[in-house]
């Protein structure tokens, strides 16, 4: 088994789904700097799927963003997935591992990511499986925020509870902007106060998207749509408060033609050049 790359993960990138796979096969894509993929989706198979993923991941980067870890869920940690996590991340040479801040499983899969409720007494709880799968991982666990359109027993903020768990658990944040507008438009938030409020140190890289106008109160993160100027907006802004990090465009149904997501690509690197300038313009 390789060990996991330690060169810094940079620019833009793109979440691989297997329908993609031919078209990023025979396409110069030097326009992607990485790709996530689902260790879930490909830890099953072997033949054609497995040799077509491993010539990509010889010759591109890539990071894991996991679907069924469930950190939150009521029911035990399943190590035994955790450890096939782990020898999938080695044999591809994966050093970035990210999950959901939610659960999708109790007694059963619930096909959906739940919000886990903000509490203190779920903080300490998440904390805690967090720092178990760190431990047989060997390496950090990435959060992700999420989108959620209820909060059953809610006791903290959104913004608290999230702190809160990475503080507890010592774990790196993955910032989606995409969900902090959703979240800030269907409960009422400001989305730039929640982004300066979470830790730049500990965030390892952001994901953007785009998603669905349910109604004019109601947001639907759905990763099926081209991103909005307002999430735009809100991803440069993040650069400028939190630093220029490596940046994932999702797109998981309605997926157009790889030049089109190219495109979102470009727009990613041009936000990124643009407030490195910026910031050089600062320290001048």
């Given at each position: 088994?390789?060990?996991?790359?330690?060169?810094?993960?940079?620019?833009?990138?793109?979440?691989?789904?297997?329908?993609?796979?031919?078209?990023?096969?025979?396409?110069?894509?030097?326009?992607?700097?990485?790709?996530?993929?689902?260790?879930?989706?490909?830890?099953?198979?072997?033949?054609?799927?497995?040799?077509?993923?491993?010539?990509?991941?010889?010759?591109?980067?890539?990071?894991?963003?996991?679907?069924?870890?469930?950190?939150?869920?009521?029911?035990?940690?399943?190590?035994?997935?955790?450890?096939?996590?782990?020898?999938?991340?080695?044999?591809?040479?994966?050093?970035?591992?990210?999950?959901?801040?939610?659960?999708?499983?109790?007694?059963?899969?619930?096909?959906?990511?739940?919000?886990?409720?903000?509490?203190?007494?779920?903080?300490?709880?998440?904390?805690?499986?967090?720092?178990?799968?760190?431990?047989?991982?060997?390496?950090?666990?990435?959060?992700?925020?999420?989108?959620?359109?209820?909060?059953?027993?809610?006791?903290?903020?959104?913004?608290?509870?999230?702190?809160?768990?990475?503080?507890?658990?010592?774990?790196?944040?993955?910032?989606?902007?995409?969900?902090?507008?959703?979240?800030?438009?269907?409960?009422?938030?400001?989305?730039?106060?929640?982004l300066r409020a979470m830790?730049?140190e500990r965030i390892a890289?952001?994901?953007?998207?785009?998603?669905?106008?349910?109604?004019?109160?109601?947001?639907?993160?759905?990763?099926?749509?081209?991103?909005?100027?307002?999430?735009?907006?809100?991803?440069?802004?993040?650069?400028?408060?939190?630093?220029?990090?490596?940046?994932?465009?999702?797109?998981?149904?309605?997926?157009?033609?790889?030049?089109?997501?190219?495109?979102?690509?470009?727009?990613?690197?041009?936000?990124?050049?643009?407030?490195?300038?910026?910031?050089?313009?600062?320290?001048?």
């Open positions: 088994m390789r060990v996991p790359s330690t060169t810094p993960l940079a620019g833009s990138g793109l979440g691989l789904r297997r329908e993609m796979l031919s078209d990023i096969l025979s396409a110069k894509s030097a326009q992607i700097d990485f790709f996530e993929v689902a260790p879930e989706n490909w830890i099953p198979f072997g033949g054609k799927l497995q040799k077509q993923f491993a010539q990509l991941a010889e010759q591109h980067r890539f990071i894991c963003h996991g679907l069924s870890l469930s950190i939150g869920s009521p029911e035990p940690l399943d190590v035994v997935f955790v450890r096939q996590v782990k020898q999938f991340l080695r044999q591809y040479n994966i050093s970035l591992y990210s999950e959901h801040l939610s659960y999708c499983s109790g007694a059963g899969h619930l096909y959906d990511l739940m919000p886990i409720p903000f509490t203190e007494e779920a903080v300490s709880y998440v904390a805690k499986r967090v720092r178990q799968v760190q431990d047989i991982l060997e390496q950090p666990l990435v959060l992700e925020n999420v989108s959620y359109y209820a909060a059953p027993g809610q006791q903290m903020s959104e913004q608290d509870f999230t702190l809160a768990v990475l503080q507890e658990a010592d774990c790196q944040l993955l910032l989606d902007v995409n969900n902090i507008y959703v979240n800030s438009v269907n409960h009422g938030y400001d989305a730039l106060q929640f830790p730049g890289y952001y994901h953007i998207a785009g998603h669905f106008n349910e109604a004019e109160d109601l947001l639907i993160d759905t990763h099926g749509a081209a991103v909005i100027d307002p999430v735009w907006q809100l991803l440069a802004q993040a650069y400028q408060l939190h630093g220029v990090k490596p940046t994932l465009l999702e797109r998981d149904f309605n997926i157009p033609e790889l030049s089109v997501l190219c495109e979102e690509l470009e727009q990613i690197r041009a936000l990124q050049q643009g407030s490195d300038s910026d910031t050089l313009e600062l320290r001048a």
